[in-house]
């Protein structure tokens, strides 16, 4: 049976055995310096490293993972690919993450909250810990998988009732909540909510916005719509939109708002003129909709990046740090203006 330090070599390449008699030490001294281990003799080590310089050596992945009994990888569970919000989550993780020697595997729910569960434990397996990014999960089964998953760092919800699970998010009852402002200053008093999940953590803290809201606004008017998270679900949501008194429309994310624009321009309803309409993330394509997308900007790319950090310091046995909390900025564009008369 071949050595760990044999697993994965190609035939034709130098081996770790070249590398020990090249050098004229055991095969467990190469190992042990290839490794990184500081319990070799430096003159040793020396002769080591020349002799794997001059053969062109380099342990095999698998080798040094078999070895050292980690993988130098980490897995990140999403909701949806499809969704470029999480796009901006893994550029920052995966940046950050390549910086320090490290791969990024990438497991994609499709929305779907049991196989969430499934792709999580199953990839925790298979690497040295794991980027969550679960907003649909029910909090008792969050709680659960957790413990299970460590090392384990949570994206775009807070840990509940974990007192250790790093935690890096945004203020999605404040975003909301600038949002709503932004409307009402502009003489909005009848809208709508195009709401999302309902077992999203994210819509929780949205629909507490339009509650806070609510209570200081007795001339306001609301009407919550179930509509979903994708760009469909807004497009197949403009007639209900119109059969109500609303002047504006607040919709669940970027991707809901793009639906319903497009349904509206066949319909041959004017954006803002007739209808005012913001999203929620700032995803990419927002600024270049027709007109652009008045939206609540969450900075994505480094929710990426905080989550490795946190992550590298509980690699390293590091405390991780406190809960890190983004607040949205409002993106005021050419979707929300002052309403005219219907």
């Known amino acids: 049976m071949p050595s760990p330090e044999r697993a994965g070599q190609r035939a034709g390449q130098p081996t770790i055995a070249d590398v020990a008699?090249?050098?004229?030490?055991?095969?467990?001294?190469?190992?042990?310096?290839?490794n990184g281990k500081r319990s070799v003799d430096e003159s040793l080590a020396v002769r080591v490293r020349a002799a794997a310089e001059e053969l062109n050596y380099s342990a095999s992945p698998l080798a040094r993972s078999l070895v050292l009994g980690k993988t130098n990888t980490v897995a990140v569970v999403v909701p949806d690919l499809g969704n470029p919000t999480f796009h901006g989550v893994?550029?920052?993780?995966?940046?950050g993450a390549g910086e320090q020697g490290y791969h990024v595997l990438i497991a994609d729910s499709a929305e779907s909250v049991t196989d969430e569960r499934i792709l999580a434990v199953e990839t925790r397996r298979r690497c040295d810990g794991i980027v969550l990014v679960s907003p649909r999960m029910a909090e008792d089964d969050l709680q659960a998988l957790l413990a299970e998953l460590d090392p384990v760092v949570l994206v775009s919800r807070d840990a509940g009732a974990s007192t250790?699970?790093?935690?890096?998010?945004a203020d999605y009852e404040a975003g909301l909540r600038g949002l709503l402002d932004l409307l009402f200053d502009d003489g909005h008093r009848s809208m709508v909510f195009l709401s999302g999940n309902p077992q999203s953590a994210s819509n929780v803290r949205r629909l507490a916005a339009l509650d806070g809201f609510l209570r200081d606004r007795?001339?306001?008017?609301?009407?919550?719509?179930?509509?979903?998270?994708?760009?469909?679900?807004?497009?197949?949501?403009?007639?209900?939109?119109?059969?109500?008194?609303a002047t504006a429309v607040v919709a669940f994310n970027d991707l809901v708002a793009m639906g319903l624009l497009s349904a509206l321009s066949e319909r041959g309803v004017t954006v803002p003129q007739q209808l005012s309409v913001v999203g929620f993330d700032d995803i990419p394509f927002a600024r270049y909709t027709t007109p652009p997308l008045t939206t609540a900007a969450v900075p994505v790319t480094e929710l990426g990046e905080q989550a490795w950090r946190r992550m590298w310091r509980l690699l390293n046995r590091e405390p991780a740090g406190e809960p890190l909390v983004f607040r949205p900025a409002i993106e005021r564009r050419g979707t929300s203006a002052p309403p005219s008369p219907r």
């Open 164 to 169: 250790t699970t790093p935690v890096v998010t």
């Open 21 to 34: 008699a090249r050098a004229g030490v055991s095969l467990a001294t190469v190992s042990r310096v290839m």
């Open 218 to 245: 007795a001339d306001v008017a609301i009407e919550t719509l179930p509509c979903g998270v994708n760009f469909a679900d807004g497009y197949d949501a403009a007639d209900a939109v119109l059969a109500t008194a």
């Open 90 to 95: 893994l550029r920052g993780l995966s940046h």
